[in-house]
């Protein structure tokens, strides 16, 4: 049993001391964010590095028969490794140490992948900005074009329009059937659910070249359809269903729960609750997973070499004969030993390469959320002075 004494002891409030900052001491240092490197490890980073360069071309290029820019890089990369290893030694910890050596090699990596893009994208366009001078190149065909005529004469008007009308036709067959079998594994699932995502995943690493095997045995030896550019439309459905099924069934499942539970508690049926729910819900994800797609069918060469066939005309039936797109084009122009023809490809490619960065684009503006607008200010009402009588 405890006395009064005790209690009382108890109850008495520890005091708190606060620590008094000197008047004299030096004003602190701002803290940098986290992750974020100070100024001295900068200026040790990039003199590493520089050093590096220095030490690398007085090796390759005074000391030993390593000629070339490529010799310049890789002693380059492995010096500057070391260097980093060496000046962050000095004043670090071994962790430190590593992370700086992996933080090298990542953006190094980073830095050979975004050069490797630029300089293929670069050496493209250099290669075909004489033909893209031309209006004519955009609206005309090759019909009764040479390979050495100039370049204000013919175009690639029909393999633009080619590519147009077969990839509307492989969206129209494959948006319901990926949007569907998103919806199948999402909403209904179960052992088949499982067969059918593991089906998708794999189709989604299948080569073109099988696709087009597939569509040119089935539908054009054992059906007898003439090759043509409904031909090519199935063969590119092939390679798009499994892209958009996968991008939509990530977006799907991205799906709050509770808007299912609330849509069903409500009385709704399963069909009502994914149509007028979960589809709506999951629109921009939808538009992201059918423009990527379209972006993966629209360079697609293997299927359509083998499913349609090179027409220098223009084609606007997709059932009768022989329809060009824009990868063919490029296919038969690059193989062409006439220089004039190997610009007019480069020029098309230029064209393919624009038309693919624009659906990516047009797939990363889409897939943005959408920004909370601040709500609106109301003014207020000015009071209604009171008249006496």
């Known amino acids: 049993m405890s006395t009064p004494t005790s209690t009382t002891q108890e109850r008495v409030k520890v005091a708190t001391h606060l620590p008094h900052r000197a008047l004299d001491a030096p004003p602190p240092v701002p803290r ?29 290029q005074r000391l030993l028969p390593l000629g070339g820019v490529a010799w310049l890089l890789v002693v380059w990369f492995v010096l500057g490794l070391l260097m980093s290893a ?45 033909p893209l001078m031309h209006l ?42 990926g949007i569907g079998t998103a919806v199948f594994m999402t909403e209904v699932g179960g052992r088949f659910g499982v067969v059918v995502r593991t089906i998708v995943e794999a189709m989604t690493a299948l080569p073109s070249i099988v696709a087009g095997l597939f569509v040119y ?15 090519a439309a199935m063969a590119l459905s092939v390679m798009m269903l499994p892209i958009i099924a996968r991008a939509a069934d990530v977006v799907l499942r991205v799906v709050p729960g509770g808007l299912r539970e609330a849509s069903l508690a409500l009385g ?17 994800g939808l538009a992201t997973a059918l423009i990527l797609g379209v972006a993966r069918g629209v360079g697609e060469t293997s299927p359509v070499l083998l499913t349609s066939g090179v027409a220098t005309f223009y084609v606007t039936n997709p059932t009768d004969g022989v329809m060009n797109s824009l990868p ?13 023809d190997i610009e007019r490809a480069f020029a098309a490619a ?17 897939a943005r959320p959408a920004r909370a607008r601040p709500p609106r200010r109301t003014p207020r009402a000015k009071p209604v002075p009171s008249q006496e009588s």
């Open 350 to 366: 230029t064209v393919l390469l624009v038309l693919v960065l624009v659906l990516f684009v047009i797939a990363r503006l889409v």
């Open 86 to 130: 060496v000046t962050t030694s000095l004043t670090g910890r071994r962790v430190d140490v590593i992370d700086r050596v992996v933080s090298g090699i990542v953006t190094s990596g980073a830095v050979v992948v975004g050069a490797a893009l630029v300089s293929a994208v670069v050496f493209v366009v250099f290669r075909g900005w004489e």
């Open 32 to 60: 940098p964010g986290l992750g974020r490197p100070t100024a001295e490890e900068q200026f040790t980073t990039v003199g590493a590095w520089v050093s590096a360069f220095a030490l690398a071309w007085v090796i390759t």
């Open 268 to 284: 709704a049926s399963r069909w009502r609750t994914v149509w007028h729910v979960v589809l709506p819900t999951a629109r921009p």
């Open 217 to 231: 045995t089935v539908l054009i030896v054992a059906f007898g359809f003439p090759r043509s550019g409904f031909a």
């Open 136 to 177: 004519n190149f955009f609206v005309d065909d090759m019909s009764g074009v040479g390979p050495r005529d100039p370049f204000d004469r013919g175009g690639i008007g029909h393999a633009i329009l080619g590519s147009a009308i077969q990839l509307g036709i492989a969206v129209a067959v494959t948006l319901p059937l």
């Open 328 to 340: 063919l084009y490029i296919f038969k122009g690059a193989r062409s030993p006439e220089a004039m």
